[in-house]
């Protein structure tokens, strides 16, 4: 009928590919985490760095100059010595997932474009899966959260930044990357809601909402004095002067 979003699953061998690629990320922001806490030390200690880079060989020469006490020194020496071993597992991932990427043309062409080298072109390969199940640009940006945020009121048009709130393997007809079965959902469920005319108040139920009738019984306490008219009424018959009532 229609009424299901679609999805769309990836086949075994791009989740063998997104497997290798969020691997290597992982191993890269560890090696990260590994640099950082090198720098931090050398800052709590006050030494100040004089090479751009203390990672590459002028700067692993001028951190073996350095005579720090311990455990500084065995702290720097055991991150150091991580951070080799993740970049030969990060330069092994890399090389695998060019191998597996050789003969994709998606992968050749998308290095042309300025700022995309082989990393990241093989992370969009292996994120957008067959690029071919997007019918438009549009879709594929909105699938992926790079459309910006529109607000709209009047002639006021804001325009803000990307959404980051793609669909992930979202299926394809939709609008802006919604599945088109839940676009067609959406759709329908609006002319139900339209179909059918509102329904009738009886008048009973408009009479209880204009006044304190349609409270609780319970709600509504008693007056702290009495109506003053039964009182004043009988004295001023007898002839007697009218008394204030009392609380």
């Known amino acids: 009928m229609g009424r299901l979003p679609e999805a769309w699953i990836a086949p075994l061998p791009v989740r063998e590919l997104r497997e290798l690629t969020r691997y290597r990320a992982k191993l890269v922001s560890l090696r990260t ?9 050398l800052a709590k200690l006050g030494i100040p760095v004089t090479c751009s880079d203390i990672f590459g060989k002028a700067g692993s020469a001028w951190l073996d100059g350095l005579r720090l ?3 500084y020194a065995g702290k720097i ?3 150091r010595h991580l951070t080799g071993e993740l970049t030969t597992e990060i330069t092994m991932l890399s090389e695998v997932t060019a191998d597996l990427l050789a ?6 062409v998308i290095q ?23 019918r438009s640009a549009a879709q594929l940006c909105s699938w992926a959260g790079l459309t910006p945020r529109h607000r709209e009121s009047d002639v006021k048009v804001t325009r803000g930044h990307v959404t980051e709130q793609g669909i992930a393997e979202a299926a394809l007809g ?8 839940a676009a067609r959902l959406g759709d329908r469920r609006g002319q ?5 005319p509102p329904r009738e108040r009886s008048p009973q139920h408009r009479q209880g909402r204009r006044g304190p009738a349609a409270a609780h019984p319970g709600v509504l306490r008693p007056a702290g004095r009495a109506d003053p008219l039964p009182v004043l ?3 001023a018959a007898a002839g007697e002067p009218p008394r204030r009532p009392g609380p």
């Open 112 to 134: 042309q474009l300025s700022g995309i080298g082989p990393v990241l072109a093989a992370v969009i390969i292996a994120e957008i899966g067959d690029v071919h199940r997007f």
């Open 174 to 181: 939709g609008h802006r990357g919604r599945p088109a079965g």
């Open 69 to 71: 006490p311990q455990p």
């Open 192 to 196: 139900e809601r339209h179909h059918h």
């Open 77 to 79: 020496t055991s991150l």
């Open 33 to 41: 985490s590994c640099k950082d806490q090198v720098h931090a030390v």
């Open 233 to 235: 009424l009988p004295r």
């Open 103 to 108: 003969g994709d043309r998606g992968y050749q």
